[in-house]
């Protein structure tokens, strides 16, 4: 090979995609088989087959739905009412302007693991009838309603109905010896097959699990012995590690993103994820702009549509101006798409299909975009870092809080342009550098187009191109500025030539409304530096310790974070109304301080003293250990001194004296505390629905 020949790095790169893809199909396969629900690619199995329905005013009960649910634990209303929200026919039901009476009808088999007097309680709002065995079982709250079973599978049916109030149901039990709990999904089965299937496929999950570690251990084994195949792959692996580092955080950050999606946040948390969707439907399929408005009265009356959906008010409005439309347009292809593709619903042997019109833009669907630019955002994120100057491993660190944060998994599933906006900041930061360093005129076009594409998805899209202005001016870079500008001012003409084309008249008044009806004040900033996902807080420590470290960022090479930071931070304070400075303001900001909190952790790794662990451990660990350990835990004055013995004690000793032992016991305490930081955050997510509901509360 000549000096000047190219690294055959293709193909260890090869081998490193397939090695992903084995490994996605890999853990795929494993949740289907060990979920109840089935997961991506089995059909669900364990629980109860649920038939969901309203009543109407006939006293008729009318199919909505049917799902096989893994056990009968709703402690919180989301879950239950989904089934309609998601799942909701007008054309077949009516148009839903409150959320109907319902019923709902579970049937199944039981499985007792052995002959004994078996305790039985539901706690509910709303009505329910308990049968086993073709026998009622009268339960009372509070109380345990006793029956003697034989070991084996017995049918079981349990019919609920709620008509007013939020829907509550959870069917414990409790074994001979043991505690009451809710009936786990292993003991349920739809019927006497799956009951087989689902023995079978716990089977088959344990030995797919014990393939997997005995594969590992083997080619552990074989990678020691040089000369082989094995070593060899593994050797042309090694310069790829990045890569496989950021394929398996793009898996996590997927699984995390995805459970429960389309549940937390809440349906109509923030009725701008409808807004969104319905703007950009009727843009493709109307050919005008169709939304709800802020500002209705702007419009005359034969353009405004009011009425009430689930309970909840909205007034839309044609041609609908509120937010520039490109965000909603990507909306509007993905639920268009899933149009053609969504199945038809079969019930008591007749098959309705699902009409569809903006109404019909389900959080399901809406809700996997910005699932998507996320997750593009994950390796976005990791380059500029690298960029900022961080090393491979803070870059890394810093992808996986991007990947697992619970407040981050949160905000990227709304529905709102800001998930957009985050990656066009992102990129037009990149080319903007890359500009000053080469003077290539590709990332000068790069850059002036992705200013662009700003402009029509956010107002404060602005910021963008000042961020980028300020980079390529002192740099001496004034054909990148100049370009930047000229996009810029290119996109906003497209944009009033839009306006123009729909109602001129009508896009004045609101930009008047928005520019006269904001009440803005120093206490927006102070409202910046608290987490919230919508408008309650949630997250209480991780947000500020990420504010934290950006202020760390100072110190260090990545300090040029701070100036998106500062400058988005400010013209959202100065353009919000501090009454309703909602969460998702803060989306464009979590890339840059993910960045910061990847450089702040390495150093605290690397450190392992008091001053780097101990704002870590109290405001990002005890935040996580707060929602994922019990009440009676977090309530105890012992998780206190047990928190203080971990996050405190090792680093004062190490203070005191410096020594083999002292260094060493600090650095496997900084070790716990973020394996508690990374866990408890797992922990959270897994749990987030009943956690999420808990703190909504919070003032």
């Given at each position: 090979?000549?000096?000047?020949?190219?690294?055959?790095?293709?193909?260890?790169?090869?081998?490193?995609?397939?090695?992903?893809?084995?490994l996605?199909?890999?853990?795929?396969?494993?949740?289907?088989?060990?979920?109840?629900?089935?997961?991506?690619l089995?059909?669900?199995?364990?629980?109860?087959?649920?038939?969901?329905?309203?009543?109407?005013?006939?006293g008729?009960?009318?199919?909505?739905?049917?799902?096989?649910?893994?056990r009968?634990?709703?402690p919180?209303?989301?879950?239950?009412?989904?089934a309609?929200?998601?799942?909701?026919?007008?054309?077949?039901?009516?148009?839903?302007?409150?959320?109907?009476?319902?019923?709902?009808?579970?049937?199944?088999?039981?499985?007792?693991?052995?002959?004994?007097d078996?305790?039985?309680?539901?706690?509910?709002?709303?009505?329910?009838?308990?049968?086993?065995?073709?026998?009622?079982?009268?339960?009372?709250?509070?109380?345990?309603?006793?029956?003697?079973?034989?070991?084996?599978?017995?049918?079981?049916?349990?019919?609920?109905?709620?008509?007013q109030?939020?829907?509550?149901?959870?069917?414990?039990?409790?074994?001979?010896?043991?505690?009451?709990?809710?009936?786990?999904?292993?003991?349920?089965?739809?019927?006497?097959?799956?009951?087989?299937?689902?023995?079978?496929?716990?089977?088959?999950?344990?030995?797919?699990?014990?393939?997997?570690?005995?594969?590992?251990l083997?080619?552990?084994?074989?990678a020691?012995?040089?000369?082989?195949?094995?070593?060899?792959?593994?050797?042309?692996?090694?310069?790829?590690?990045?890569?496989?580092?950021?394929?398996?955080?793009?898996?996590?950050?997927?699984?995390?993103?995805?459970?429960?999606?389309?549940?937390?946040?809440?349906?109509?948390?923030?009725?701008?994820?409808?807004?969104?969707?319905?703007?950009?439907?009727?843009?493709?399929?109307?050919?005008?702009?169709?939304?709800?408005s802020?500002?209705?009265?702007?419009?005359?009356?034969?353009?405004?549509?009011?009425?009430?959906?689930?309970?909840?008010?909205?007034?839309?409005?044609?041609?609908?101006?509120?937010?520039?439309?490109?965000?909603?347009?990507?909306?509007?292809?993905?639920?268009?798409?899933?149009?053609?593709?969504?199945?038809?619903?079969?019930?008591?042997?007749?098959?309705?299909?699902?009409p569809w019109?903006?109404?019909?833009c389900?959080?399901?669907?809406?809700?996997?975009?910005?699932?998507?630019?996320?997750?593009?955002?994950?390796?976005?994120?990791?380059?500029?870092?690298?960029?900022y100057?961080?090393?491979e491993?803070?870059?890394?660190?810093?992808?996986?809080?991007?990947?697992t944060?619970p407040?981050?998994?949160?905000?990227?599933?709304?529905?709102?342009?800001?998930?957009?906006?985050s990656?066009?900041?992102?990129?037009?930061?990149?080319?903007?550098?890359?500009h000053?360093?080469?003077?290539?005129a590709?990332?000068?076009?790069?850059?002036?187009v992705?200013?662009?594409?700003?402009?029509?998805?956010?107002?404060?899209?602005?910021?963008?191109?000042?961020?980028?202005?300020?980079l390529?001016?002192?740099?001496?870079?004034?054909?990148?500025a100049?370009?930047?500008?000229?996009?810029?001012?290119?996109?906003?003409?497209?944009?009033?030539?839009?306006a123009?084309?729909?109602?001129?008249?009508?896009?004045?008044?609101?930009?008047?409304?928005?520019?006269?009806?904001?009440?803005?004040?120093l206490?927006?900033?102070?409202?910046?530096?608290?987490?919230?996902?919508?408008t309650?807080?949630?997250?209480?420590?991780?947000?500020?310790?990420?504010?934290?470290?950006?202020?760390?960022?100072?110190?260090?090479?990545?300090?040029?974070?701070l100036l998106?930071?500062?400058?988005?931070?400010?013209?959202?304070?100065?353009?919000?109304?501090?009454?309703?400075?909602?969460?998702?303001?803060?989306?464009?900001?979590?890339?840059?301080?993910?960045?910061?909190?990847?450089?702040?952790?390495?150093?605290?790794?690397?450190?392992?003293?008091?001053?780097?662990?101990?704002?870590?451990?109290?405001?990002a660990?005890?935040?996580?250990?707060?929602?994922?350990l019990?009440?009676?835990?977090?309530?105890?004055?012992?998780?206190?001194?047990?928190?203080?013995?971990?996050?405190?004690?090792?680093?004062?000793?190490?203070?005191?004296?410096?020594?083999?032992w002292?260094?060493?016991?600090?650095?496997?305490?900084?070790?716990?505390?973020?394996?508690?930081?990374?866990?408890?955050?797992?922990?959270?997510?897994?749990?987030?629905?009943?956690?999420?509901?808990?703190?909504?509360?919070?003032?």
């Amino acid at each position: 090979m000549s000096e000047g020949d190219p690294a055959p790095v293709a193909p260890g790169r090869r081998l490193a995609f397939a090695l992903l893809a084995a490994l996605c199909v890999y853990v795929i396969l494993l949740d289907s088989l060990l979920r109840p629900s089935g997961g991506l690619l089995l059909r669900p199995v364990s629980g109860l087959r649920g038939k969901y329905l309203i009543v109407d005013e006939r006293g008729v009960e009318v199919p909505v739905h049917e799902r096989v649910d893994p056990r009968l634990d709703f402690p919180v209303p989301q879950r239950l009412d989904a089934a309609y929200i998601l799942h909701w026919d007008q054309r077949r039901l009516g148009f839903p302007a409150t959320m109907p009476p319902y019923s709902i009808h579970w049937s199944g088999l039981l499985d007792v693991p052995e002959t004994g007097d078996y305790g039985f309680s539901i706690d509910a709002q709303g009505q329910v009838r308990l049968t086993i065995d073709d026998s009622p079982l009268e339960t009372h709250p509070d109380m345990l309603t006793e029956r003697r079973l034989a070991a084996g599978r017995h049918p079981m049916t349990v019919d609920y109905s709620l008509s007013q109030g939020d829907a509550r149901l959870i069917l414990s039990w409790k074994r001979p010896g043991g505690s009451l709990e809710p009936i786990p999904s292993r003991h349920l089965a739809i019927d006497e097959a799956a009951a087989g299937a689902a023995s079978r496929r716990r089977s088959l999950a344990w030995g797919l699990l014990a393939a997997g570690g005995v594969g590992a251990l083997l080619v552990g084994g074989l990678a020691r012995r040089e000369g082989n195949r094995v070593s060899r792959h593994l050797l042309a692996l090694w310069p790829q590690r990045t890569t496989l580092a950021l394929g398996g955080l793009l898996l996590l950050a997927a699984f995390l993103r995805l459970h429960d999606f389309d549940l937390v946040p809440f349906h109509n948390e923030t009725a701008d994820e409808y807004q969104h969707a319905w703007e950009g439907w009727s843009l493709l399929h109307v050919g005008a702009p169709m939304a709800w408005s802020t500002f209705p009265d702007r419009y005359p009356i034969n353009q405004t549509i009011d009425f009430h959906w689930f309970g909840n008010r909205y007034v839309v409005v044609r041609p609908y101006f509120d937010h520039p439309p490109l965000f909603s347009i990507l909306i509007g292809i993905v639920t268009s798409l899933a149009q053609a593709l969504l199945p038809s619903f079969g019930y008591g042997g007749a098959t309705y299909s699902v009409p569809w019109d903006f109404l019909s833009c389900t959080l399901t669907v809406m809700r996997l975009v910005p699932i998507a630019l996320s997750l593009f955002g994950l390796v976005l994120m990791y380059r500029l870092a690298r960029e900022y100057g961080l090393s491979e491993r803070a870059a890394l660190l810093g992808a996986l809080v991007y990947a697992t944060l619970p407040v981050i998994v949160l905000a990227h599933r709304l529905v709102k342009a800001e998930n957009l906006l985050s990656l066009l900041f992102m990129g037009a930061i990149l080319a903007a550098r890359r500009h000053i360093s080469s003077g290539s005129a590709r990332s000068a076009v790069v850059t002036g187009v992705l200013c662009g594409l700003s402009i029509w998805t956010k107002a404060t899209g602005v910021a963008v191109l000042a961020v980028a202005l300020l980079l390529l001016v002192p740099a001496r870079r004034y054909r990148g500025a100049l370009l930047a500008v000229g996009f810029a001012a290119g996109s906003f003409a497209l944009y009033l030539v839009y306006a123009w084309a729909l109602d001129f008249g009508i896009f004045v008044k609101i930009i008047d409304a928005q520019a006269t009806t904001k009440l803005i004040g120093l206490e927006a900033l102070q409202d910046l530096v608290s987490g919230k996902i919508v408008t309650k807080y949630f997250g209480r420590g991780w947000y500020p310790w990420m504010l934290l470290c950006a202020a760390l960022a100072t110190f260090r090479r990545e300090r040029g974070l701070l100036l998106p930071l500062a400058v988005y931070g400010l013209l959202i304070a100065m353009t919000a109304d501090y009454r309703v400075i909602y969460g998702w303001y803060r989306i464009p900001l979590y890339p840059f301080l993910c960045v910061a909190a990847g450089g702040a952790l390495e150093d605290m790794l690397d450190g392992a003293d008091l001053f780097r662990v101990f704002p870590f451990a109290l405001l990002a660990v005890s935040t996580g250990l707060l929602y994922a350990l019990p009440a009676s835990l977090t309530g105890s004055r012992w998780a206190v001194y047990l928190f203080a013995l971990v996050a405190l004690a090792p680093f004062l000793a190490r203070l005191a004296r410096e020594s083999r032992w002292t260094i060493l016991t600090a650095r496997v305490a900084t070790g716990l505390l973020f394996g508690a930081f990374l866990i408890t955050s797992l922990s959270t997510i897994g749990g987030l629905l009943e956690i999420y509901a808990a703190t909504r509360g919070v003032p």
